[in-house]
Nanobody
């Protein structure tokens, strides 16, 4: 059974940083592209970062230069380092497999506010 568990969210002031973590189970983690998504209130879920098995990374324009995605295949973990956070980054953040979306986890709330 596939399970994705996100953690690391919280409340941070503009300009601050957070590191999100996602633990995956029930998949062959090392061969899959992993991605981080976010959904702000009243908006559709959007893909913000991806990392392939070969460690190629892509980012949405809105987070490029501020967010960094990484992975640890041995631990079946994917991370999102978020720096220079802005109020518009406020959202629930989720991880998933962009090429083969599975059941969504509960997400982790990120709130950026002064």
């Amino acid at each position: 059974q596939v399970q994705l568990v996100e953690s690391g969210g919280g409340f941070v002031q503009p300009g601050g940083s957070l590191r999100l973590s996602c633990a995956a189970s029930g998949i062959i983690f090392s061969i899959n592209t992993m991605g981080w998504y976010r959904q702000a209130p009243g908006k559709q879920r959007e893909l913000v970062a991806t990392i392939t098995a070969g460690l190629s990374r892509n980012y949405a324009d809105s987070v490029k230069g501020r967010f960094t995605i990484s992975r640890d295949n041995a631990k079946k973990m994917v991370y999102l380092q978020m720096n220079s956070l802005k109020p518009e980054d406020t959202a629930v953040y989720y991880c998933n497999l962009p090429r083969d979306v599975v059941s969504w986890g509960q997400g982790t709330q990120v709130t950026v506010s002064s």
